[in-house]
């Protein structure tokens, strides 16, 4: 084959289920025939011992490095494959599973031959994706230094204690040499929590005496640089003077929420009304004097009914503590009728033995406050009623304070929609990513008690504590496919770290001071969007790159009819409703060929841009259901990628319908079905594409300039980032950057086809030639002209009194 490369192809019949429906010797000729594949085998059951083991010995004894498994599905079986064929040399991304029973032989009633022609297309553009990859080498992940927690949150205690108590070094970040005082000022961010403090206590007491953990007293942290298992965390000296630098081989966040206090709109006056905060300094600094206690769990009218569970628990610990202290004390806790009282049986009963009394109001009307009394409806007879109180404890506002926030930032985490920073990040499978984004505990992640964040504490701990024992073992080793940054192509533009929502996008000190051109294989997910958004083209998805798609999708398109449509699916949407499509033989149109891909998002507008050039008349993007995306916002990058294509389609007098998004639920075939079907109808209202000389040059322009860096940069600010609630219906100024797009995919389309007429005819050329070539306005390419000269990136000559034009000698 004279290739660098020996593909293996092995059919399977499934039980029946792909053979008698396919013809596989017919299927087996036309592989074998391209020239791309060295080997190919029918097997009963792939998947099953007797198949694997035939498998094994013919990438044994061929040396087979790539292959392909014609069979069902591919979310199914690939990580299978993977497993099985890990002792033989191969890994993920070496090895292709094609749908041909679900894709193929369940749902068309062809002739067998007519299917095993549908199946060859299939599995031999598999074979052209197998053949541009250039294999990762897998990297073994060590992890230097002890594993740094900062924030100063409550949680850095209980996840130094569980690192100590597995043998892991720890260096632990406080802002006070005496941790009596962090004890004593804790009622700041978890108001009545004090019946955890003994505990905790011991939990202090252990981590300040054991040998494993390092308690140092810093300034605010102000950089960290690096990736998993080599990190640099700096921080700002508490004397002045230089900042201080730590080395670790990971970093724990460990950060507290901030209490606020309702504001004058709930009476708040720091005297007599006061929150939560206020009442249990109050109570444990001055006592509990004698008097009306009335503990209102106003979270619903403050709107943060979501938080009313932990206020309640608060008010309760509070009340009781109260009332065990001071038997001339009056306390009632008042309620939205909405809530469900949040005690126990026993908790109950003591609160009965207490005379604390619950008392429910009506929630449709929002008590009012004032001066003695507070005013509320009774549920049980609709009657307002007056509730007479001396002191009124409100709940607080949760929130994230803005050193909390400062921290997150430098630490790649951003704030979602609830103002807090719990991540929600890519929801893939655990063997997608080495571990979660940087480990992170507290109640600035989400509101929790206490115990909850003592309890977040010692599971990050015992995640990164399973890392080191990992790499200590030798066994830690980073995923196969992430993405990896050519620093001769970057620039530092920042973008990629702007969209990636896995924070596995790291700076590094470089020229020009924190480029971000690094990428933390352990934390990225494979995802891809950020590499599809370049707009140099610097980074790449290692073993499922832009090459690779753009090869796949070139040799299909290549082999589609007129009126064939070519398709990508995502994993968790369109691929698996066309794989449920055929687990439930639901027949759809034959003319659609899909190709599977982890996430639209991934693909570059290269990718779609090289279908339509190499054949295809359609293009169809089947993603997952609006909002339900797995990978960092892909499906909305998808949509901005399709737009881009339309424009450029129209502009150069194709229909912008011949590509389309569509939406699908796993759960729903039927819905899929209808979608290719709606695609295909308006393909074959159109007709295909005339491949004249003239479209042929067109298409080449449009490819061109999808690659076009000043394009690519215009479209990658439109992208949605990952702490943006919507996009892009609300995009403000949307119609205005429309245009602006407009005009610039406008400007390029123009150039990249003046260049390419003048690459072709290696000659100088007059405006009046080059206007007949490309059948563009005449000012429009003056225009073009005039700009591209100034660039230097054409030049122009004058002969017998008219300009001409050639490209630079290289």
Not at 622 to 648: A, I
Not at 685 to 697: A, D, F, K, M, S
Request: charged residues 25%; hydrophobic residues 40%; aromatic residues 6%.
């Amino acid at each position: 084959m004279g290739n660098d490369y020996k593909i293996g192809v092995f059919l399977c019949q499934c039980g029946g289920r792909v053979s008698p429906a396919v013809d596989l010797a017919k299927l087996t000729e036309l592989i074998m025939a391209d020239g791309l594949v060295a080997h190919c085998q029918t097997l009963p059951f792939s998947c099953q011992a007797p198949g694997l083991a035939e498998i094994n010995k013919a990438v044994t004894e061929l040396g087979l490095d790539r292959l392909i498994v014609a069979g069902c599905e591919s979310r199914l079986m690939a990580k299978r494959f993977e497993d099985e064929l890990a002792a033989v040399g191969l890994r993920k991304g070496q090895i292709e599973v094609v749908n041909l029973r679900d894709h193929v032989a369940a749902v068309h009633e062809l002739a067998p031959e007519a299917m095993a022609e549908k199946g060859a297309r299939l599995i031999l553009a598999a074979a052209a994706g197998l053949a541009a990859m250039v294999p990762s080498v897998e990297a073994k992940v060590e992890l230097n230094g002890p594993v740094m927690i900062v924030g100063g949150g409550v949680a850095s205690y209980a996840a130094a204690h569980e690192l100590a108590g597995r043998g892991v070094e720890a260096i632990m970040t406080a802002y006070t040499d005496n941790i009596w005082d962090e004890l004593r000022m804790l009622h700041e961010h978890y108001p009545g929590e004090r019946l955890y403090y003994p505990r905790l206590e011991q939990v202090m007491r252990e981590v300040e005496q054991s040998p494993l953990v390092r308690r140092i007293t810093v300034g605010e942290l102000s950089g960290l640089l690096g990736r998993t298992g080599d990190y640099t965390v700096s921080f700002a000296s508490p004397e002045g003077g230089p900042a201080r630098a730590y080395q670790a081989g990971a970093v724990i966040a460990c950060l507290d929420g901030e209490m606020q206090n309702q504001g004058s709109d709930f009476g708040h006056d720091g005297v007599s009304v006061i929150c939560h905060t206020e009442a249990e300094e109050l109570f444990w600094v001055k006592g509990t004097p004698k008097g009306r206690y009335v503990f209102w769990i106003n979270d619903y009218e403050a709107g943060l009914g979501q938080f009313a569970y932990l206020s309640s628990r608060a008010a309760w610990n509070m009340a009781r503590y109260v009332r065990e202290n001071n038997k001339l004390a009056d306390v009632t806790i008042l309620y939205n009728h909405k809530m469900q009282i949040p005690l126990s049986a026993s908790e109950r009963k003591h609160s009965r033995e207490l005379e604390v009394k619950w008392l429910a109001y009506d929630g449709a009307l929002r008590p009012t406050v004032q001066a003695g009394y507070l005013t509320y409806c009774d549920p049980a007879d609709a009657t307002e009623k007056e509730l007479a109180w001396d002191r009124l404890v409100l709940s607080p506002r949760r929130a994230v304070g803005l050193e909390a926030r400062r921290v997150a930032e430098i630490l790649g985490l951003h704030a979602h929609d609830n103002g807090f920073l719990l991540q929600n990040h890519a929801k893939v499978r655990p063997e997608m990513h080495g571990r979660d984004e940087t480990p992170l505990a507290g109640s600035a992640s989400y509101p929790c008690d206490l115990s909850e964040a003592l309890r977040q504490g010692r599971r990050v701990a015992q995640q990164i504590a399973e890392l080191y024992d990992k790499a200590k073992a030798g066994q830690l080793y980073a995923p196969r496919m992430v993405c990896v940054v050519d620093e001769s192509k970057c620039i530092g533009c920042g973008l990629c770290k702007e969209i990636c929502d896995c924070g596995g996008i790291e700076p590094v000190q470089g020229r020009g001071g924190n480029i971000p051109r690094h990428v933390d294989p352990m934390l990225c997910t494979g995802g891809g969007t950020c590499a599809a958004a370049c707009p140099y083209h610097a980074l790449t998805l290692q073993n499922n790159s832009t090459a690779q798609r753009e090869a796949r999708a070139g040799k299909l398109a290549a082999q589609l009819g007129e009126l064939d449509v070519l398709a990508y699916g995502c994993a968790w949407g369109g691929l698996a409703a066309a794989d449920n499509a055929g687990s439930k033989g639901l027949a759809y149109d034959p003319r659609l060929h899909l190709l599977p891909v982890g996430c639209i998002g991934q693909l570059d507008p290269s990718v779609l841009a090289r279908a339509f050039l190499d054949g295809a008349n359609g293009v169809l993007l089947l993603g997952c259901p609006p909002e339900s995306c797995h990978h960092s916002y892909g499906l909305d990058h998808t949509w901005s990628r399709v737009s881009l294509l339309k424009k450029l389609l129209g502009l150069c007098g194709f229909d912008r319908r011949r590509i389309a998004l569509a939406h699908c639920d796993m759960n729903q075939p039927a819905a899929f079905i209808n979608s290719v079907n709606a695609f295909l109808a308006t393909i074959e209202q159109l007709g295909p594409i005339e491949r004249t000389p003239q479209n042929v040059e067109k298409l080449q322009g449009v490819y061109d300039t999808v690659n076009n860096s000043r394009v690519r940069w215009v479209l990658g600010a439109s992208l949605r980032r990952p702490w943006e609630e919507v996009y892009p219906g609300d995009q403000r100024n949307a119609l205005n950057y429309d245009r602006d797009l407009l005009g610039v995919i406008g400007e390029e389309l123009v150039a990249s086809r003046v260049r390419r007429v003048l690459q072709r005819e290696k000659r100088p050329m007059p405006v009046s030639e080059l206007v007949e070539a490309i059948a563009e306005k005449q000012d429009a390419i003056m225009d073009s002209l005039h700009e591209m000269v100034s660039e230097g990136l054409i030049h122009r000559q004058h002969r017998d009194g008219e300009a001409i034009y050639t490209l630079p000698l290289r």
